[in-house]
């Protein structure tokens, strides 16, 4: 059972640590902790003005964007930034050939013309609570894991219940009571959610993913990655589904615009929803981690190859494959850079080393030795043990799941057929075919079929895979199938003969599919048991061996803050790099007609009459992106970074190579958040989307 002392030696750790201020993404309800060290930074407010249930505070400006990035309110009348790549998906949905936003921008010059967006969402943070003695009552020392896990799985339906009907109107909020400290801890966070988003502004792909996959990752950047929605409420000011009669919604607090720029040294924060880290893991799950990476990136490679070869040659299939190809394309190249700087770094050395220490630590005492001796001998035996079926399980989900369209799509089908939700499975199919073709998904299942024969032992292939020693004779099978389109679908679903839905294909390939995946699945289960058991038990013991040195639980994309200043770095010797860009980098790296650095003339000539209005920095430039070494990772894209005094001074949008094992260790000399100069993205808006409305909305710093 999680006991009050671990609760306070947590406390006592985040309260004395004298480390680096750069690092941690710290909970916003203990922020206070850190007063001292953010004031010494240069932060002039106060920790109520960043979390407070009482009144208005910066977190009612922060946003989860659609549950995967982050936005901000920069307005009185709900205005959103967010990043481009964060609203890719929805400039995507409303695009076709006809209104090729992507290629062109869009800018909505008024209320009416700017574009609702089904199932789009934002949510307002409204409360954290602490619930660990609740979601821990009736843990006994004697449980098994599982046990353990479905009497938490029970507290944890029991507290929800229990807490939803203290709001008035349940549908519109969300609770999520989530595990810290690798389930040493639990919290509740409240959030009000919005699902009348629409979208407002927008600047073309060359603009708002300038450098694309080439530069992703990279510094220096001269991306100007952002968007801009509205979240509307109705007349009331409450959230509710679309309706024309809704009304741009007035936020408790929205951020205010600082035109003065920084200079190395300034204090910065960024407030936002970090997604993963796994900062406590141990040498041996980083091994496996590495090794999943390289088989990731190389699956994922083979799949872009395809999908880029159709969307260079077709405009209509480089729209429907847009948020495809990125989604892959940005965790691939992560997947490189991550294990290049795991190398570079020696992260399995310095982790081995914590271990070392770990170990001398707990053999120094009987009773520790009693406690912890077994916790490092689990771990590794249980990383051995399920490192292939894990492998195998990774293999179908980006060759299959991911990588095979007509199979993911047969077990939507099935699976809504099954729930008899005819609205929502009606929406899904419709989705399905805006965003399909099927040659291209036809040579992408071939290279898929192709590779996990190639790399998976023969005891694990699907049943459909055994048809042929050629991909392209198997693929030939799974696309006789009649959910490859609109009529034959229709078809399929109207066929009265016994079984024709189970007969099809691709319906068979995904069944196929599935007893594979179950079989290893099941399999793992308990060694996953085993491993969160060792894992909470190791962190338990690494927090006590550590007390009064840096401790903050892992990213699990609940808020956080992480502040520190901006800064440039030395990536080696002999090359400091500047913490900041111009746009004369842009035409630096200009490629006419390429499409990850082709320039838009409009934007060209203004860059060329340095038509940047009253966006100029003091040093006579115009500064395109900047860098701080806050403390961010997937999720936090689109946060905004923040001054001293509560303004918006850039949108958080990247990290850099050298760093890209930060979701392992944290490097305060290499790690820097890459972030686009809020005026770069004013200068956009006003000057080349001519969209002075939106600028016009703003509240400005004296």
Not at 207 to 216: E, P, R, V
Not at 360 to 387: G, T
Not at 428 to 454: G, H, L, P, R
Not at 588 to 607: A, M, R, T, W
Request: proline share 4%; net charge negative; aromatic share 12%.
């Amino acid at each position: 059972m999680f006991k009050k002392s671990l609760l306070l030696i947590l406390i006592s750790v985040f309260v004395f640590s004298a480390a680096k201020a750069d690092e941690g993404m710290w909970l916003l309800q203990m922020i206070g902790k850190n007063y001292s060290q953010m004031k010494a930074q240069g932060f002039k407010l106060k920790p109520e003005d960043i979390y407070s249930v009482q009144k208005s505070s910066l977190k009612d400006a922060i946003v989860v964007f659609g549950g995967y990035c982050t936005g901000e309110i920069v307005s009185d009348k709900g205005l959103i930034f967010t990043n481009h790549h964060c609203g890719y998906q929805s400039i995507q949905q409303h695009s076709s050939v006809e209104h090729d936003y992507l290629k062109e921008g869009f800018w909505a010059k008024s209320f009416d013309e700017e574009i609702p967006t089904p199932g789009l969402y934002v949510s307002f943070l409204q409360e954290i609570r602490d619930v660990t003695d609740a979601v821990n009552e009736g843990i006994k020392e004697s449980m098994s894991e599982n046990e353990r896990q479905e009497k938490i799985h029970e507290n944890i339906e029991i507290l929800s219940t229990q807490y939803e009907k203290e709001f008035p109107s349940e549908r519109f909020y969300k609770i999520e009571i989530k595990p810290f400290f690798e389930g040493n801890a639990y919290y509740m966070t409240i959030y009000l959610v919005f699902n009348d988003v629409r979208m407002v502004g927008t600047p073309p792909d060359a603009i708002g993913k300038f450098g694309a996959d080439t530069d992703n990752w990279m510094w220096p950047r001269h991306t100007c990655d952002f968007s801009v929605f509205r979240v509307y409420a109705d007349k009331n000011g409450n959230p509710a589904e679309y309706s024309k009669d809704n009304v741009p919604f007035k936020p408790k607090h929205h951020l205010p615009v600082s035109l003065k720029g920084y200079k190395e040294g300034d204090f910065a924060m960024v407030m936002g929803f970090p997604g993963t880290t796994v900062r406590y893991s141990t040498s041996y799950e980083i091994a496996n981690d590495m090794e999943e990476n390289d088989y990731c990136s190389k699956i994922r490679g083979l799949r872009q190859d395809v999908l880029m070869a159709d969307m260079e040659k077709d405009d209509a299939i480089r729209i429907k494959y847009a948020t495809k190809f990125a989604h892959s394309s940005n965790y691939w190249k992560k997947f490189i850079e991550a294990n290049k700087s795991l190398k570079a770094l020696k992260i399995p050395e310095l982790k081995a080393d914590t271990e070392k220490k770990f170990e001398n630590w707990f053999n120094a005492d009987p009773k520790r030795q009693a406690q912890y001796k077994n916790v490092l001998p689990s771990i590794k035996q249980v990383c051995a043990e399920m490192k292939d079926d894990n492998r195998r399980l990774n293999y179908i989900n980006e060759c299959f799941w991911s990588g095979m369209e007509l199979a993911e799509f047969a077990y939507t089908l099935l699976s809504g057929m099954m729930e008899d939700d005819t609205d929502a499975l009606k929406t899904q199919i419709e989705n399905f075919y805006k965003d399909y073709n099927e040659s291209t998904d036809y040579k992408s299942t071939i290279a898929m079929i192709k590779v996990y024969k190639e790399d998976i032992e023969e005891e694990y292939w699907p049943e459909f895979l055994k048809i042929s020693d050629d991909p392209k004779v198997v693929a030939d099978y799974v696309f006789k199938t009649r959910i490859k389109n609109r009529d034959l679908l229709s078809e399929l679903v109207n066929d009265t003969t016994e079984g024709a839905v189970m007969n099809d294909p691709a319906v068979k390939a995904m069944m196929d599919i599935l007893n594979v995946y179950r079989t290893l699945y099941v399999r793992t289960k308990d060694f996953k048991n085993e491993l969160s058991s060792a894992r909470r038990l190791y962190v338990k013991g690494t927090n006590e061996m550590n007390v009064g040195q840096l401790v903050y639980p892992d990213a699990n994309f609940t808020e956080r803050l992480t502040f520190g200043t901006v800064q440039s770095y030395n990536p080696k010797d002999g090359v400091k790099m500047s913490y900041f860009t111009t746009t004369d980098g842009v035409l630096q790296k200009e490629i006419p007609g390429d499409y990850e650095f082709d320039v838009p003339k409009k934007l060209k000539d203004l860059i060329l009459r340095k038509d940047f209005g009253r966006y100029l920095d003091k040093d006579g430039t115009m500064h395109a992106c900047f860098l701080t070494n806050n403390d961010i990772t997937g999720g936090n894209s689109g946060s905004p970074v923040i001054d001293g005094k509560g303004n918006l001074i850039g949108l958080a949008f990247d990290g850099n190579s050298e760093s890209m094992s930060s979701d392992w260790v944290f490097n305060p000399e290499l790690q820097r958040c890459i972030n686009v100069d809020i005026r770069y993205v004013l200068f956009i808006i006003e000057k080349y989307g001519e969209c002075k409305r939106i600028i016009d909305e703003l509240t400005f710093a004296k």
